[in-house]
Structure formats: C-alpha cells, structure tokens
Nanobody
Framework: QVQLVESGGGLVQPGGSLRLSCTSSRSIFSLYFMAWYRQAPGKERELVARIPDAGTQDYGESLKGRFTISRDNAKNTVYLQMNSLKPEDTAVYYC??????????WGQGTQVTVSS
C-alpha cells in the first residue's frame, strides 16, 4: 500500500502561482513514476505532469512552460509549481503513483480555484 497526501491547493487570482505538494508513505525511489492529474467539473481527468524514477518529465498538452514537476527523493515528495494560472486551470488536482508491480495509487485530491 502507498498513501499519497496532497497539499497546497487554494484560491488564487488569474496570473498567480501555487505550488502543490504530494508526499508518499513509501520511498519514491521504489515507485515507477509520480504524476499529477486534474479533473474539472464535467470533464474527464487529465494528465498534468509525470516524472519517472529515471528519465525525463512529460506534461499535458499546452501546460509545459507554465507548470513544472519536480521531486525531492529525501522527502518522498513531488511538487507541482504552477505559474501564470488561468481560470481554466480550476480543478481538483490529484497525485498518482504506480508501483513496479503495476498497481496505481491516488491521493485524495486538492482543490485549485483560479478566480478574481
């Protein structure tokens, strides 16, 4: 079992920034990848960014350049830095991981609202 706990969501004005955190109960060295997804009301859940245990990050369409995913292995934490936020970025943001035996785990989600 892996527990994922997200934090850092909230209300921000358009053009503002937020940093989300996701802390794993298991060493992230032992996990295949860490990722952020988001789901807006009435829409399907979509990939925001993914960072593997080795290799390069990848991002959802049109998000690279505004969003940056990073990891701190010593803290078992992955971050999502979000800049130049837009109202259409409003969603619940979920952390996801996959173990090397191909089991997916999700966090409970954190709400991000971009509004003036």
């Amino acid at each position: 079992q892996v527990q994922l706990v997200e934090s850092g969501g909230g209300l921000v004005q358009p053009g503002g920034s937020l940093r989300l955190s996701c802390t794993s109960s298991r060493s992230i060295f032992s996990l295949y990848f860490m990722a952020w997804y988001r789901q807006a009301p009435g829409k399907e859940r979509e990939l925001v960014a993914r960072i593997p245990d080795a290799g390069t990050q990848d991002y959802g369409e049109s998000l690279k350049g505004r969003f940056t995913i990073s990891r701190d292995n010593a803290k078992n934490t992955v971050y999502l830095q979000m800049n130049s936020l837009k109202p259409e970025d409003t969603a619940v943001y979920y952390c996801k991981t996959r173990s090397h035996d191909d089991i997916d785990y999700w966090g409970q989600g954190t709400q991000v609202t971009v509004s003036s």
